[in-house]
């Protein structure tokens, strides 16, 4: 919408919009899923190189898992205002058939 003039994108760019920010936050969602392997590396032995590697990667697979957390929520929110102005744009449309079918134009 553009300011209170209109709006910028008919119902279908909306919902493809909507329908594109869902995928990306799908995707954020399923490699975080992954990232989260990161999150239980354990060494391969218990010396202190093992367990320290072991260590960084968790700790860098925790980063990840919070950035892509990050992202979806993100991708979720504009997913959202898509939806929310499509939802405008179509009330917007019934309320201007039903002025219409009254016989008003406003």
Not at 1 to 25: K, S
Not at 68 to 96: N, P, Q, S, T
Request: glycine content about 8%.
């Amino acid at each position: 919408m553009i300011g209170d003039e209109g709006f910028a994108f008919d119902t279908e760019t909306l919902q493809h919009l909507a329908n594109q920010w869902a995928d990306f936050a799908r995707r954020y969602r399923d490699a975080r899923d992954l990232a989260n392997h990161l999150t239980r590396a354990e060494g391969p032995g218990l010396d202190y190189a093992s367990v320290g590697h072991a260590e960084t990667l968790v700790a860098s697979g925790q980063a990840l898992k919070a950035a892509l957390d990050e992202r979806v929520r993100y991708c979720e929110d504009m997913r959202d205002r898509f939806l929310a102005a499509l939802g405008k744009y179509i009330a917007a449309e019934d309320e201007a058939e039903t002025t219409i079918d009254k016989g008003r134009f406003e």
